[in-house]
């Protein structure tokens, strides 16, 4: 008697947990169907939103992936990333909200990155940068909706520009055009988005690939082994070489 109770209640907790699954990853698919597909033939009147302001600027921090105090020349590349992907949004965003707001109508959108969506090992400093605009936007927008303003955050994956060095396209790396054509769909649908429908189900399928506890954990490893070795020699400050230097110092003194 007890075991068929525990036998049930088993079942029926299970058949909750799934439904619950199978629902919210069909209302995600609902949503993106929407979003991405449906707003090519189904889109948003654009005039009526008046006022637009796009926070594009961006840099990289280094080309490839790199352990943070391997960046060839640290202490410049730090200001340069701050200041560009980071002050540029707020100081922009301060000049143009308030005529917005005073019109009651505009749209801000800001370019985060899939970089910005979680945080990136060995891509550390963008991908902290980019998650910057993408925390700023969604805080933004929840502040500035009822005034009639909308900031939309796109958290692209590879487009092929100058930054990206014009790779490519293909299936998974867009033209420029293309992108924006496919994100400016996105305005007024949703506040967070991948921009386009081949960069959605990338984002999709790289967070079941790469889950947070992998990208947080120890297990991934650093990209080139070679970097990391002349970590002294390329970017430590002179000074801190220096301090890294004293006990070997110190312990010569004891000798003597
Ligand atoms: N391309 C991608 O795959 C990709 C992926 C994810 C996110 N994003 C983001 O999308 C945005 C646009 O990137 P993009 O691919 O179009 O790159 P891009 O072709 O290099 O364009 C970047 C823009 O930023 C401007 N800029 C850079 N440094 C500046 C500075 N110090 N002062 C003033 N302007 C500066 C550039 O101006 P100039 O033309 O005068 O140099 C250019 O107009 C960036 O925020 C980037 O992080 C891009």
């Given at each position: 008697?007890?075991?068929?109770?525990?036998?049930?209640?088993?079942?029926?907790?299970?058949?909750?947990?799934?439904?619950?699954?199978?629902?919210?990853?069909?209302?995600?698919?609902?949503?993106?169907f929407?979003?991405?597909?449906?707003?090519?033939?189904?889109?948003?009147?654009?005039?009526?939103?008046?006022?637009?302001?796009?926070?594009?600027?961006?840099?990289?921090?280094a080309?490839?992936?790199?352990?943070?105090?391997?960046?060839?020349?640290?202490?410049?590349?730090?200001?340069?990333?701050?200041?560009?992907?980071?002050?540029?949004?707020?100081?922009?965003?301060?000049?143009v909200?308030?005529?917005?707001?005073?019109?009651?109508?505009?749209?801000?959108?800001?370019?985060?990155?899939?970089?910005?969506?979680?945080?990136?090992?060995?891509?550390?400093?963008?991908?902290?940068?980019?998650?910057?605009?993408?925390?700023?936007?969604?805080?933004?927008?929840?502040?500035?909706?009822?005034k009639?303003?909308?900031?939309?955050?796109?958290?692209?994956?590879?487009?092929?520009?100058?930054?990206?060095?014009?790779?490519?396209?293909?299936?998974?790396?867009?033209?420029?055009?293309?992108?924006?054509?496919?994100?400016?769909?996105?305005?007024?649908?949703?506040?967070?988005?991948?921009?386009?429908?081949?960069?959605?189900?990338?984002?999709?399928?790289?967070?079941?690939?790469?889950?947070?506890?992998?990208?947080?954990?120890?297990?991934?490893?650093?990209?080139?082994?070679?970097?990391?070795?002349?970590?002294?020699e390329?970017?430590?400050?002179?000074?801190?070489?220096?301090?890294?230097?004293?006990?070997?110092?110190?312990?010569?003194?004891?000798?003597?």
């Amino acid at each position: 008697m007890k075991d068929s109770m525990i036998y049930r209640g088993l079942t029926l907790l299970g058949f909750l947990t799934l439904s619950h699954l199978v629902l919210s990853q069909s209302c995600k698919l609902l949503k993106g169907f929407r979003v991405h597909v449906l707003s090519r033939w189904w889109r948003k009147d654009l005039k009526k939103y008046g006022g637009w302001a796009v926070n594009n600027v961006g840099i990289t921090f280094a080309r490839k992936s790199t352990p943070f105090l391997s960046t060839p020349d640290l202490d410049k590349k730090l200001s340069d990333i701050v200041n560009c992907n980071m002050l540029s949004v707020l100081q922009m965003t301060r000049i143009v909200l308030p005529g917005m707001i005073l019109r009651k109508k505009g749209v801000i959108i800001n370019l985060s990155s899939e970089a910005g969506s979680r945080p990136y090992p060995y891509k550390t400093v963008y991908s902290c940068t980019k998650g910057f605009v993408d925390y700023f936007s969604r805080a933004l927008n929840a502040e500035c909706q009822r005034k009639g303003v909308t900031v939309q955050c796109v958290m692209p994956l590879l487009v092929s520009t100058n930054l990206t060095e014009n790779m490519k396209t293909n299936i998974l790396v867009k033209t420029a055009e293309d992108f924006t054509r496919e994100a400016l769909n996105t305005v007024g649908l949703t506040n967070r988005t991948s921009g386009c429908l081949s960069h959605a189900i990338q984002s999709y399928l790289l967070d079941k690939i790469l889950p947070d506890a992998l990208l947080s954990s120890s297990l991934l490893p650093p990209p080139d082994e070679e970097d990391q070795s002349k970590l002294g020699e390329t970017t430590q400050p002179k000074n801190q070489r220096e301090e890294s230097q004293l006990p070997a110092v110190l312990r010569q003194r004891e000798k003597s």
